[in-house]
C-alpha cells in the first residue's frame, strides 16, 4: 500500500476515533447538564410547593383570625343587646308595680275617706282590687329582681296595709324607687360595658 492511503486511514481512524472520543465527552457533558437542569428544577419546583404551602396556611391563618373576631363582636352584640332586653323588661316590671301602688294607695285614701259611710264596702272592694294587682306585680318583681329592689317592692307593698301607719308608704316608695334606680344603672353600665 501506498504510502499516502496508509496516511490517509491513519488520519481517517484518527478523525474517527477523536470524533468518537469527543462524542463520548459530548454526551458525558449533557447527562450532566440534563442531571442539573433536572435538580434544578424540582429545587425550584419545592420552593414554589413550599411557597404555596406557606402562602395557603397564611391564608387559613387569616382566615381564622377574621373569623373569630367576627364571632367576638357578634357575641359582644348579643349580650349587649341581651342585657338591654333585660333592662327594659326590669324597667317596665318597676314602673307596673309602682304604677300599681300608686292605684292602690288612691283606692286606700279613699276607702278610709269613705269610712262610716254608704261607699265604704265598695270602696273597700276597689281596695281589694288594687292590692290584688300589686301582688301580681310584685311577683314580676321578683322574677326580674334583683332582691334588693324585690326586698324594696316587698316594703312597699306592707307599707300599703290598711293597718300600716300612712307616713311609711312614701318612705318604702322612695326605697324602692333608689333600688330600682341602682339595678337599671348597673344594667346600663353592664350594657355598656
Not at 465527552?25 to 434544578?40: G, I, N, S
Not at 285614701?109 to 265604704?120: D, H, K, N, P, R
Request: hydrophobic content about 50%; overall charge negative.
Amino acid at each position: 500500500m501506498d504510502e499516502a492511503v496508509v496516511t490517509a486511514l491513519i488520519a481517517a481512524g484518527a478523525a474517527i476515533g477523536g470524533g468518537a472520543l469527543t462524542g463520548c465527552f459530548a454526551l458525558v457533558a449533557a447527562k450532566r447538564q440534563a442531571a442539573a437542569a433536572w435538580a434544578a428544577g424540582e429545587r425550584q419546583a419545592e420552593a414554589a410547593w413550599e411557597a404555596g404551602r406557606q402562602q395557603a396556611a397564611a391564608a387559613w391563618d387569616a382566615g381564622q383570625l377574621q373569623a373569630t373576631a367576627q364571632l367576638d363582636v357578634a357575641r359582644r352584640t348579643l349580650a349587649e343587646q341581651t342585657l338591654a332586653a333585660q333592662r327594659e323588661v326590669r324597667r317596665a316590671a318597676y314602673v307596673t308595680f309602682l304604677s300599681r301602688t300608686d292605684s292602690a294607695q288612691l283606692a286606700s285614701a279613699a276607702w278610709q275617706s269613705a269610712i262610716g259611710t254608704a261607699e265604704e264596702s265598695p270602696r273597700r272592694r276597689e281596695y281589694d282590687v288594687a292590692m290584688g294587682a300589686v301582688g301580681e306585680a310584685l311577683n314580676v318583681v321578683r322574677l326580674e329582681g334583683p332582691e334588693p329592689v324585690a326586698t324594696a317592692a316587698e316594703n312597699l307593698l306592707g307599707a300599703l296595709a290598711a293597718t300600716a301607719p300612712g307616713t311609711q308608704h312614701s318612705m318604702a316608695q322612695g326605697e324602692f324607687l333608689d333600688a330600682a334606680r341602682a339595678a337599671l344603672a348597673t344594667a346600663q353600665s353592664a350594657a355598656d360595658g
